[in-house]
């Protein structure tokens, strides 16, 4: 595995600890790669009102593109389930917007697995 993605994935883990999630319990963390080599972190944010609720992935995003970054290559997300945590649809789609060949790295703390973005989300919507 690339020394970068090793790179994400520690910042991934690191950050899932802030994760605000008092109602399902589940700590995310991500870590955004740019074509520029630069890092952006998420994590995921919830809300009593479930549809407000913002996950780590977005959360990412948002931080990247309030710097001015718009050019992606790779994602991080790690979680301590036993399974891997792979990005929610909405994610998926917000995700594959910026580069349908995205790597989606997930890590579960003991091992790791990546994906393209566009095998996550087959026929995604576009306008492009």
Known sequence: MQKK???LIKRATDV??????PYSKIKIGSA???NEGNIY????????SYGLSICAERSA???AISAGEKSFKA???????????TP??????????FNPEMDIIVS??????????????KDYFVLK
């Not at 972190?41 to 009593?48: C, D, S």
């Not at 991080?76 to 036993?82: E, T």
């Not at 579960?108 to 989300?121: D, M, S, T, W």
């Open 41 to 48: 972190v998420g994590t995921n944010v919830e809300n009593a």
């Open 32 to 34: 955004l790669l740019t």
């Open 75 to 85: 994602i991080a997300i790690a979680s301590d389930f036993d399974k891997f945590i």
């Open 61 to 63: 995003i948002s931080n």
């Open 5 to 7: 993605y090793v790179e």
């Open 108 to 121: 579960n703390g003991k091992e790791c697995k990546i994906f393209k973005a566009n095998e996550l989300l």
């Open 16 to 21: 899932k600890q802030n994760s605000y999630s």
């Open 88 to 97: 929610c649809g909405a994610c998926r789609q917000v995700l594959i917007e």
